[in-house]
């Protein structure tokens, strides 16, 4: 079967971020400050070689359980990350072209503060304006949780699904199958991210970690992807 030389969707486990800071002899936090800019690079990369959709794994429903001051940086980098991204103008967008991209959250919402969620929302409405690519960041996600709650969903309406009913009850439903998914950091696993998208992906495990991720590393990738035969059962 002729395989797709770009993938229409790539996804990234962004992992490592506390490893790298104490291979450098930082403060393992600081590492979260370092993959953010790693995923502002990443944003432009994936735009620049016309990725239509790319979905980020920044949080999932797991990692509160990491110790509150790690939740607190976390959830402060994020803040911070939204803002930025809301003030700026238009003269900003010429420079910094990480935006210009459409956004989506994906995850539990409400497990952030209402003006965290206000500032989620504001950023998608104001994406819409790009058409280029979207980029999807799951915050407070985890798969189980979205099959669950998808099947509750389907319960309350009583109805048997199929498979395009159901996954149009998850909280993913809009985001395509993942072409490609790339994990750095050398844990060669899934962590509960997308399920269902993730069901005939291609996966690419790199040693590198999260915020030494480079555009090198990435063109390989995407090199390798277009040298994989994707049979999909045939
Ligand atoms: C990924 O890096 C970022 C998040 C999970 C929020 P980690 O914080 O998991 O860093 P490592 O994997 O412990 O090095
Ligand atoms: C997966 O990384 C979650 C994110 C990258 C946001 P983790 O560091 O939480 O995953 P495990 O603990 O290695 O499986
Ligand atoms: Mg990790």
Known sequence: MAHTPIPHCIGFIMDGNRRWALAQGQDRLAG?????????????????????????YAFSTENWKRSEEE???LLALFEQALREQYTQTEADLADRSELG??????????????????????????SNQ???TTIW?????????????????AIERGKPVDEATFRSLLWSAALP????????????RISNFLPWQLSYSELIFTPTYWPAFTKEAFD??????AARERRRGL
Do not use: C
């Open 32 to 56: 979260h400050v370092a993959g953010f800019e790693t995923f502002k690079n990443v944003v432009r990369w994936v735009r620049d070689a016309g990725i239509a959709h790319a979905v980020f």
């Open 177 to 188: 199958d993942v072409d490609l998914l790339i994990r750095t950091s050398g844990e060669q």
């Open 137 to 153: 960041i799951a915050l407070s996600y985890g798969g189980r949780a979205e099959l669950v709650a998808a099947i509750n969903t």
């Open 130 to 132: 790009y058409t280029g």
């Open 71 to 73: 939740v607190t940086t």
């Open 101 to 126: 991209v459409r956004v989506r959250f994906i995850g539990q919402r409400h497990d952030f503060a209402p003006a965290l969620q206000q500032l989620m929302s504001d950023l998608e409405e104001r």
């Open 220 to 225: 390989r990738m995407l090199e390798e992807y």
